[in-house]
């Protein structure tokens, strides 16, 4: 018996005794989550480790283990009822939460099931846009086993995607996706190509990912039954051909799956070279070109403009047989440093890239004063600035009659989020404008309260000092709490450190990743738990 096949058997043996013997008796508040997490994240690893060396048959075999599992199922259903951040949305099945009973029988109907109802669905705007997009509507169920069959499948796939993936995986942020483009710009400026996926989600060929899966006949059965399920717009059922439906849990896995090897195909086309100068002892450097990857987001970067135009083209190219083509409004081609076609620098994930000239100065290093540097700035986009200053404007104006301390509530889970989102990033004057911006609105907001009084006598009832001598945008509730307005200011700029290459949370360098759990919120809570008891242990 190989040692696979041995590790195989003795993880049912772990797994049995608690699906058997426990589960029928124990009640949702007694499990054990600690061993639960414990046992499917060893489980997950193993998977990861066997996709690393291409061994294929185990990876299935612990894939059928891990959804077979009742701990696993155990996780997928707190995750959705408990810890998914849309656990309040109401469903199709007109369910939003489940008592712990209720929990406890869902884990007992949880396994792979090809038969489901076609997807309702609803539209929502886009953000300053006509265009909606499409939300389907999914059942508790569903949900929960999307989230188990995920389980499965991201750690096989988590061993095979591209470093200059940032989008929906555990471990990575847009944060990681900015200080990759700041260091591949840092040194010298760059042509880029700001590129858009057109409907990504709703147009990627069904066959081509399947193929690209390769998975056993059970998960494939499950995720074509999903991919084919159709929607319900208006009462009209509409086949889904092509797409991965959006609201789905599994859609970013999948949709990640498709678009992995893109970045290995513009290395295939421009690979880096190392060429000897003629007449000289020296050697010169061609790179292959920058791609960097969050979702259907991407950009491409490199110093020569054919290169970039090129680069295009090949992109097109291979989009073209995953079903996908690039979006032409949102797709254009910029410098980083100086302008062309009217543009200079880029936004990216809410974040606007820029470099400006700088003069050097005279130095045993750079005699000639006149050459130009540059600087790079990665600074809040224009767009979002817009967006996040009139959402606060909109919670002012929606509590004209509300009390003090109840408008603060409100308006400081918006500002935090935004400004921590920025922490990392210049910001200098931009969060004071900000302030400063609110301060005046909240100044019209407390004079229409009091219409027959002065400034004076508004500021002394509506402001405070604080111990730092600032004033402060304050109330006291009756029940003695002070509720202070924060400021965008009060926020410390921190500095990110990029994730290193193709490091994953279940490559089992607990060390590295116990640093770095409190700079990733999205990283699933089960491994957080668990590596923070693995370092502890260590």
């Known amino acids: 018996m190989s040692k696979a096949e041995h590790s195989f058997r003795m993880e049912w043996q772990n797994d049995i005794p608690v699906f058997k013997g426990i589960e029928p008796n124990i009640k949702w508040q007694e499990i054990s989550w600690k061993k639960l997490e414990r046992r499917v994240f060893k489980l997950q690893k193993r998977i990861y480790t066997a996709s690393q060396r291409g061994d294929l048959k185990t990876v299935h075999k612990l894939q059928k283990l891990l959804i077979k599992s009742w701990s696993a199922k155990c996780i997928a259903v707190k995750t959705v009822t408990q810890e998914n951040q849309g656990k309040n949305t109401t469903g199709v099945d007109r369910l939003k939460s489940l008592r712990p009973e209720k929990r406890l029988t869902l884990v007992k109907k949880l396994r792979p099931n090809t038969k489901f109802h076609p997807t309702p669905q609803t539209w929502t705007p886009k953000p300053e846009k006509e265009q909606k997009h499409s939300l389907g509507v999914r059942t508790i169920y569903d949900t929960a086993l999307q989230t188990l069959l995920k389980m499965a499948l991201e750690p096989e796939w988590e061993a095979k995607f591209e470093p200059n993936s940032y989008g929906f995986r555990p471990g990575r942020s847009s944060h990681d996706a900015i200080e990759a483009i700041y260091n591949a710009i840092v040194q010298n400026p760059k042509y880029v190509l700001d590129a858009d996926i057109a409907n990504c989600f709703h147009r990627i060929n069904h066959e081509y990912i399947l193929k690209k899966l390769n998975t056993f006949p059970t ?98 190219e291979w989009l073209s047989e995953v079903g996908l083509k690039l979006q032409p409004q949102k797709t254009k081609i910029t410098h980083t440093l100086h302008q062309y076609e009217g543009n200079v620098g880029f936004d990216f994930l809410g974040f606007n890239i820029r470099q400006f000239p700088v003069r050097r100065r005279k130095s045993n290093h750079h005699p000639h004063s006149n ?73 019209a907001w407390a004079q229409r309260r009091h219409a027959n009084k002065g400034k004076g006598w508004t500021t002394r009832k509506y402001w405070s000092v604080d111990q730092a001598e600032v004033w402060r945008f304050s109330a006291q509730h009756p029940n003695g709490k002070i509720y202070q307005l924060i400021k965008h200011q009060d926020v410390n700029l921190i500095r990110h450190i990029k994730v290193q290459g193709t490091k994953s949370p279940y490559d089992g360098d607990w060390t590295y990743w116990a640093s770095r759990i409190g700079k990733y919120p999205q990283l699933p809570n089960s491994i957080k738990r668990e590596i923070s008891s693995l370092w502890i242990v260590i």
């Open 371 to 443: 050459q130009l540097a540059h600087k790079t700035l990665i600074t809040p986009s224009s767009e979002s600035l817009k967006n996040h200053t009139k959402k606060l404007g909109q919670i002012i104006d929606q509590h004209k009659a509300a009390t003090q301390s109840a408008l603060i509530g409100k308006l400081n889970p918006v500002i935090q989020v935004w400004a921590g989102y920025y922490s990392t990033v210049v910001r200098d004057g931009i969060f004071g404008k900000i302030d400063t911006h609110v301060h005046s609105q909240l100044r």
């Open 219 to 316: 998960m494939r059965k499950q995720v074509k039954a999903w991919l084919k399920l159709g929607v319900v717009d208006d009462r009209q059922l509409f086949p889904t051909e092509k797409s991965t439906p959006q609201r789905k849990t599994i859609s970013p896995l999948l949709s990640n799956i498709a678009l992995h090897g893109l970045e290995h195909r513009i290395n295939q086309v421009f690979p880096a070279k190392t060429l000897k100068q003629p007449k000289t002892t020296r050697t010169a450097n061609i790179f292959s070109p920058n791609l960097i990857r969050y979702a259907d987001y991407f950009v491409v970067m490199h110093k020569d403009l054919d290169i970039v135009l090129k680069c295009q083209e090949v992109i097109s």
